[in-house]
């Protein structure tokens, strides 16, 4: 009694009512507490009925979605993969037709060498004798360059690389591949030759280093001078060849007819433009209609074909 007493008068000073709270426990009725406070009407389940479709609905569009994304892009890369499959047999192809491989009616090595990558590995392809002199003139041409290198000197392989393609050229589509080395060797300002070391380290102070020149400019910061400097040495390079080839076909046209050429003995470089264009554009004594006169001479287009061959100075 003393400690019920005690606990009474303490929790009294503090405000608390025990003989009430204990009331209150004791008539506490919990059987609707967790019952709603409105009754559920049929309507809020049919509203929840529809949520819950509605969000399954939306759930297997996505899904549906998703699903034809990743089929869609599973045949993109597989037909990707079979054209970048079908390109390079093509370029294999004609590779192997560069280098003397024609597929006829007594030249069998391409179908030869195609059946050898499906055999076993020490069945070599049968190579042709012009197949066999065309891969030695590039075999020389990769043998020098090794060696330069064992050496420590540079090499001039673009060059090189050119007098081997202009070698085995036999049709003007082969011939095309000595012209690309011709731009790409104006491109880098590759020089045609060396000259040879006469000890171990003199290549150090007498031969430039070709090898990987422009290396640190091109996979640089972009905005540099030097990387300015890099893209206009590409294009005055690639211009300077494009004129030069296209000079190479205007003399060629000159010496293939003369006589409508009429070039005479002024071998000066308007006057073989001069003839170019009688070839080209005179013909049974008249100018054709497209060809604006000047007092009855061609300029303008004398004027074209200068700038076009870089004689413009």
């Known amino acids: 009694m003393k400690l019920t007493a005690r606990r009474n008068y303490l929790l009294a000073h503090a405000h608390v009512d025990a003989s009430a709270l204990s009331s209150s426990i004791a008539h506490l009725n919990t059987t609707a507490t967790f019952s709603p406070l409105q009754p559920l009407q049929d309507t809020d389940v049919a509203r929840e009925l529809a949520g819950y479709l509605r969000h399954a609905h939306e759930q297997n569009l996505i899904l549906t979605i998703e699903e034809g994304r990743r089929q869609t892009q599973e045949q993109l890369y597989r037909t990707l993969e079979e054209r970048s499959r079908r390109d390079w047999e093509a370029k294999k192809k004609r590779v192997f037709d560069e280098l003397g491989g024609r597929v006829g009616g007594d030249n069998k090595a391409m179908a030869e060498l195609k059946k050898s990558f499906h055999s076993k590995p020490s069945v070599a392809p049968s190579l042709t004798l012009q197949m066999q002199s065309r891969m030695m003139i590039y075999d020389r041409v990769m043998t020098s360059l090794n060696a330069a290198r064992l050496r420590g000197t540079s090499y001039p392989i673009v ?23 011709h731009v790409l060797a104006k491109i880098t300002g590759e020089p045609p030759a060396l000259p040879p070391t006469e000890h171990a380290s003199a290549h150090i102070l007498n031969a430039p280093t070709l090898e990987r020149k422009y290396a640190c400019v091109y996979l640089g910061n972009q905005e540099t001078r030097e990387a300015a400097a890099l893209r206009r040495q590409i294009t005055n390079g690639a211009r300077q060849a494009l004129e030069e080839q296209y000079w190479d076909v205007l003399e060629r046209t000159i010496q293939s007819r003369p006589n409508e050429a009429q070039l005479g003995g002024d071998p000066s470089i308007a006057n073989k433009v001069r003839a170019f264009l009688f070839v080209r554009y005179y013909k049974n004594g008249e100018w054709e209609e497209r060809i604006e006169l000047v007092a009855g001479q061609p300029l303008w287009a004398r004027l074209f074909f200068l700038i076009r061959t870089g004689h413009y100075q």
């Open 159 to 181: 060059h090189a690389l050119a007098r081997a393609a202009y070698e085995v050229a036999t049709d003007p589509r082969s011939a095309q591949m000595s012209q690309n080395f």
